[in-house]
């Protein structure tokens, strides 16, 4: 999938030829590389740039989805505060 905007991705692997394929995999499907290390929690093989390309895609969308609950909390937290001054003034 060609993506409209760039996405910025890092890949880890300890493997520097899966490492190197997930790269080619993921310049060519129009993504940022921004960094590469050779330890970390998760990772697929062998690579496809199909599972990469969907990973990359679910891990954007649970980024969304924690940064709307993020704003929803604040602006919550922010509604009971004003709750328990307007209580504290009867």
Known sequence: MK???PIRAMIVDDEVL???AIRDFL?????TI???AGDGAYRTKPPD???IDRTITIAMARFKDMMEL???NAELESRNRELQAGLAKV
């Open 27 to 31: 310049s060519h499907l129009g993504y």
């Open 3 to 5: 993506n409209p905007q």
């Open 49 to 51: 740039a199909g599972a």
């Open 18 to 20: 899966i490492l190197e």
């Open 70 to 72: 993020r704003r929803l």
């Open 34 to 36: 921004v960094g590469e």
